[in-house]
């Protein structure tokens, strides 16, 4: 003969499981979150880097920077990239090279990222970092809280 109590108990055990797969993903979900993050800044900051070299080249050869970003699309600026991974559209960053602050454009550049703009993914947001400069002067700068966004 069988005993009724068994189903309350494989419902009781149903539950359980559910309670404890929704503790892990919510553990999980934010630890995945900021991996992203991580993983999408690290990226800018590379094609950052790659980006300053090539200014550097530009550099030696017509003793000045050039200026650019996703609305200046002239012929020398057209050489550089304005945004951080394979296609602008689903990118995290948009990124712009200008003249450093109270200095002109042949003297100094500064590369910006700003994550999440309207010409990249504008889901994305770096609340930690926000945005990412690297001068040619060689400082490694955020605007955001952090203080380790370069490391």
């Given at each position: 003969?069988?005993?009724?109590?068994?189903r309350?108990e494989?419902?009781?055990?149903v539950?359980?499981?559910i309670?404890?797969?929704?503790a892990?993903a919510?553990?999980?979900?934010?630890?995945?979150?900021?991996?992203v993050?991580r993983?999408?800044?690290?990226e800018?900051?590379a094609?950052l880097q790659?980006l300053m070299?090539?200014q550097e080249r530009h550099?030696?050869?017509?003793?000045s920077?050039v200026?650019?970003s996703?609305?200046?699309?002239?012929?020398?600026?057209g050489?550089?990239?304005?945004?951080s991974?394979r296609?602008a559209?689903s990118?995290?960053?948009?990124?712009e090279?200008?003249?450093?602050?109270?200095?002109e454009i042949?003297?100094?550049?500064?590369?910006?990222a700003?994550?999440?703009?309207?010409?990249?993914?504008?889901?994305f947001?770096?609340?930690?970092?926000?945005?990412?400069?690297?001068?040619?002067s060689g400082?490694?700068?955020a605007?955001?809280?952090?203080?380790?966004?370069?490391r």
């Amino acid at each position: 003969m069988r005993r009724r109590g068994c189903r309350g108990e494989s419902l009781l055990g149903v539950l359980v499981a559910i309670a404890i797969a929704a503790a892990l993903a919510a553990v999980a979900v934010p630890v995945w979150s900021g991996a992203v993050v991580r993983l999408r800044r690290s990226e800018a900051q590379a094609t950052l880097q790659e980006l300053m070299q090539q200014q550097e080249r530009h550099f030696t050869r017509f003793n000045s920077y050039v200026a650019f970003s996703a609305n200046n699309l002239a012929a020398a600026a057209g050489e550089f990239r304005w945004w951080s991974g394979r296609a602008a559209h689903s990118s995290a960053y948009e990124l712009e090279g200008k003249a450093c602050d109270g200095q002109e454009i042949r003297d100094c550049i500064q590369l910006v990222a700003t994550p999440g703009t309207l010409n990249v993914d504008s889901s994305f947001k770096d609340p930690q970092c926000e945005r990412l400069i690297l001068t040619s002067s060689g400082l490694h700068l955020a605007t955001g809280p952090a203080q380790n966004c370069w490391r």
